[in-house]
């Protein structure tokens, strides 16, 4: 019923950047804490970044830190991911993820299993060419 959509990605330098975009459609956004995951060939789903409600609290994947910045827009309905100084490790399906948080949960610590959020998107491609 809750269906986030991610848009951006495809074939980028090393060392370019790339800003992907998701909403969720038929939703308000701001109900919701966002995450960002990647799945790269032959390699199981993990965490890149995940911002609170009101965006006041922001977790990263130590291999981001430093170059990727999640952010977003809840008068725009909008989440990014802006990545910047890309590599080609970076090569993967990026998916955004959604999740009401109904139970309260104030430590996005949580976040960074993927099973913690109920809702995904189909992922959109990112690859990194040296």
């Known amino acids: 019923q809750v269906q986030p959509v991610e848009s951006g990605g495809g074939l980028v330098q090393a060392g370019g950047s790339v800003r992907l975009a998701c909403t969720v459609s038929?939703?308000?956004?701001?109900?919701?804490?966002m995450g960002w995951f990647r799945q790269a060939p032959g390699k199981e789903r993990e965490f890149v970044a995940a911002?609170?409600?009101?965006?006041?609290?922001?977790r990263y994947a130590d291999s981001v830190k430093g170059r990727f910045t999640i952010s977003r827009d809840n008068a725009k309905n909008l989440v990014y991911l802006q990545m910047n100084s890309l590599r080609p490790e970076d090569t993967a399906v990026y998916f955004c993820?959604?999740?009401?948080?109904?139970?309260?949960?104030?430590?996005?610590?949580?976040?960074?299993?993927?099973?913690?959020?109920?809702?995904w998107g189909q992922g959109t491609q990112v690859v990194v060419s040296s």
């Open positions: 038929g939703r308000t956004l701001r109900n919701y804490v």
């Open positions: 911002i609170s409600r009101n965006g006041g609290r922001i």
């Open positions: 993820a959604a999740d009401p948080n109904l139970i309260g949960v104030t430590t996005l610590t949580y976040y960074r299993s993927s099973e913690k959020f109920k809702y």
